[in-house]
């Protein structure tokens, strides 16, 4: 109970468990394959002319972890002054601000619609077929 406010038990029971510095199970998996996926590659191309390719595997996978280490101690500081899931919404709106290209979900602009009309519109004079 923090406060006066309940905390309703349901909620807490199908919340995902905190496992590691702040982030849950599937951040970390997140996280990890990310920095995996650029870090080997990236790695490998670099120590490969100099006949190292191999080791960069190893070196990727150091950097992939300390990737892990630096962005979930920046993630869980963004997690820490919203409320659980809406630092996913957060993410998303900032990537489709930074990003063009991103398919856009959410609305970022304010608008402000007029009904009024600037032109009077005349109605025109209706005409009686004969036939």
Avoid: N
């Avoid at 995902?16 to 849950?24: A, I, L, Q, S, Y």
């Avoid at 630092?87 to 991103?102: A, G, I, M, N, P």
Wanted: with cysteine; proline share 5%.
């Amino acid at each position: 109970m923090q406060g006066r406010e309940i905390s309703f038990t349901p909620d807490r029971l199908i919340a995902e468990p905190v496992v590691f510095r702040g982030m849950t199970d599937t951040e970390i998996v997140y996280l990890t394959l990310g920095g995996t996926a650029f870090w080997i590659p990236a790695c490998c191309l670099i120590l490969a002319p100099i006949g190292f390719a191999m080791f960069g595997v190893a070196v990727g996978f150091g950097l992939a972890l300390l990737t892990l280490m630096i962005l979930g101690k920046k993630l869980t500081t963004l997690k820490r002054r919203m409320p659980d899931g809406l630092h996913v919404v957060y993410l998303k709106k900032t990537l489709q601000r930074k990003l063009s290209f991103v398919s856009r979900y959410y609305i970022d602009t304010t608008q402000a619609w007029d009904v009024r009309r600037t032109v009077i519109v005349t109605k025109p004079e209706r005409v009686e077929i004969e036939e």
